[in-house]
């Protein structure tokens, strides 16, 4: 016997509540800290060499609906630089948050644009764009979505509190080729070098191939104050695939504190 169609109601909530399901699949599985305080956090950007090539900033402020946004410009001044964006939701846990959206603008030593990166946990999809702004490349976001491109200094604070031994992340690349490479983190011992600060190194994650490949790898650093385990210092990466290596540092760290090379 055949069955009549759903009624317009019916079928409207059914479309409704697969919408629903298929939004809390989309979710990140990431949960990240409430920054301890809302603001501008003003920092420099050093070269490997230490010398400041130029200003740079972190913006966290709360906007509608509960989301936090982050905001960050570091490089060198008139030259390459990025800027990055990003959204977050309140968590179900008390406290938490997840990513909505992560977004990654890159420019050359003359200021050229270089493409745009974009994560949209939402819709369950990474973009690349083109230097004119049309889209070059998408891949589907993996079911455990742990992308964290812009989360970092939130993502490595368990570490920071030896609440972890260990982080497991993805980080996703358009430059260096589309893709998700799964990284790990880890808390690093303190030397005399660097008082009063905790580095958390990271890398890509190879399996057995990893320690051969760390040799190929830039030294990827983030720097905390053991005191204030919010309190981000400094971090060090290449501003983007192929960019220049730099130090981005919170305003009164001295750069001789990251360690050397």
């Known amino acids: 016997m055949l069955?009549?169609?759903?009624?317009?109601?019916?079928?409207?909530?059914?479309?409704?509540?697969?919408?629903?399901?298929a939004t809390a699949a989309a979710e990140s599985d990431l949960l990240l800290d409430l920054p301890e305080s809302f603001g501008t956090v003003d920092a420099a950007t050093f070269d490997v060499n230490r010398k400041r090539v130029g200003d740079a900033h972190l913006v966290m402020e709360r906007i509608d609906g509960g989301n936090v946004q982050l905001i960050s410009q570091s490089?060198?001044?008139?030259?390459?630089?990025?800027?990055?964006?990003?959204?977050?939701?309140?968590?179900?846990?008390?406290?938490?948050?997840r990513p909505l959206r992560q977004e990654s603008r890159s420019f050359d030593h003359a200021?050229?644009?270089?493409?745009?990166?974009?994560?949209?946990?939402?819709?369950?999809?990474?973009?690349?764009?083109?230097?004119?702004?049309?889209?070059?490349?998408?891949?589907?976001?993996?079911?455990?979505?742990?992308?964290?491109?812009?989360a970092l200094s939130l993502l490595f604070l368990p570490l920071v509190r030896n609440e972890l031994q260990e982080i497991e992340f993805q980080l996703f690349f358009c430059g260096l080729g589309t893709r998700f490479v799964p990284f790990t983190a880890n808390r690093v011992a303190t030397n005399g070098k660097r008082p009063n600060a905790i580095e958390v190194r990271y890398g890509p994650d190879f399996g057995?191939?990893?320690?051969?490949?760390?040799?190929?790898?830039?030294?990827?650093?983030?720097?905390?104050?053991?005191?204030?385990?919010?309190?981000?210092l400094a971090h060090r990466l290449p501003l983007y695939g192929k960019g220049p290596e730099v130090f981005v540092v919170r305003k009164g760290v001295p750069p001789r504190w990251l360690g050397d090379d």
Request: charged content about 20%.
């Open 208 to 232: 057995f191939a990893t320690m051969v490949a760390s040799s190929f790898v830039p030294r990827l650093s983030f720097w905390f104050d053991p005191a204030t385990p919010h309190r981000w």
């Open 111 to 150: 200021g050229n644009p270089l493409g745009r990166l974009l994560i949209d946990h939402a819709e369950g999809a990474a973009r690349c764009f083109d230097p004119q702004g049309v889209q070059s490349a998408e891949l589907e976001i993996p079911a455990d979505d742990r992308v964290a491109n812009t």
């Open 75 to 97: 490089g060198f001044t008139g030259g390459a630089h990025t800027v990055i964006t990003a959204i977050f939701e309140p968590a179900a846990r008390s406290g938490k948050l």
């Open 3 to 21: 069955r009549p169609p759903p009624r317009p109601r019916l079928a409207l909530a059914l479309a409704c509540g697969l919408l629903a399901a």
